[in-house]
């Protein structure tokens, strides 16, 4: 298999695994042994915030006076088109019971979790969709009690348009606190009084590893690390789209792996002509953490046949996975391992 590397990663993702281990375990040994007040001093230091953790209700109803009518809109819509999909999946999964042997009965039972912690990018890089996908489907799987948090932007206090999904979507209590000092008071029921069962959302290297760390005493949706895209495209995709969608993960954060694994010579120097000035283009944030994320993780992949995009495909399992080809239907049934 003849693989050629156009652009290769200078970093992978698990460049400063251990060092991330030591910060995370010594900061979760603090704020259980110090409680609250550990979790508010983590807040004060990391986040630069001094107000209440516990977000009020005046807080929450202003945050909709603070963002427009359009971006409400696109939050409700996003927020109909995931509970549809959630109500869905939940009807896809059924109770049952069968009698195995005379007497001998064997189930299956869906129990609504007691309560969830759902956390929500607030910090730096927001990311309202993150409150939707947590909340409203943790809403529509029956939870008792959901408890949700995010990073404050200093003494702004959290992200409104955040809040606002966030409440739209029925979280009980939300939490002005984020990282690691986030994951373990919802972890340990601190501000609350109700402990999580189970953690979920995405975050940085800081938050996956806190969640890795206490899996065990508490479930969690999934050891997800920073986001990653891979892209497969021959050369009937549009170059442009191909490198938009790349940007589109690497902004999310500096360590956001994208990919793009092609067939086209052609396709791939197109692609990564273009990129620079896309990234050039984002907002100050964004830009800067794209750029490091493109120039850290970013990789270009030529491949001498389909069969071969396939298994590089395979071998990275990226977490999102974009087929632009004039073979979808077939990548589609021979693909394995993404999502």
Known sequence: MAVTYLKRAEKTPQTGTDETRKIVETMLAKIEAGGEEAAITYG???????????????????AGDQISQQLKDDIRFSYDRVTKFAEAQKQSITEFETELSPGLWAGQKLIPIETAGCYVPGGRYAHVASAIMSIATARVAGVEHIVA???????????????????????????????????????????TGRPARILVGPGNRFVAEAKRTLYGRVGIDMFAGP?????????????????????????????????????????A????????????????????????????????????????????????????????????????ATLRNYG
Not at 304 to 320: K, L
């Open 149 to 191: 948090c995010t990073a404050p932007r200093g003494d702004a206090g959290p992200n409104p348009a955040i809040l606002y999904a966030m409440d739209q979507c029925g979280a009980d209590n939300i939490l002005a606190l984020g990282g690691v000092q986030g994951i373990a008071a919802m972890t340990f029921g601190l501000f």
């Open 227 to 267: 986001t990653e895209i891979a892209v497969i495209a021959d050369d009937s995709a549009d170059p442009q789209i191909v490198a938009e969608d790349l940007v589109s993960q690497a902004e999310h954060g500096p360590d956001s792996p994208a990919w793009l694994i092609t067939t086209s010579r052609q396709l």
């Open 269 to 332: 120097d197109d692609v990564m002509g273009r990129m620079d000035g896309l990234i050039a283009a984002l907002p100050e944030v964004a830009r800067n953490a794209a750029t490091v994320a493109w120039r850290d993780y970013g990789e270009v992949i030529l491949c001498d046949s389909d069969e071969e995009a396939v298994a590089v495909s395979d071998e990275y399992a990226a977490e999102h996975l974009e087929v632009h080809t004039a073979h979808d239907d077939w990548y589609s």
């Open 44 to 62: 004060k230091e990391l986040d630069g915030y001094n107000g209440e953790i516990v977000v009020s209700r005046d807080v929450i109803d202003s």
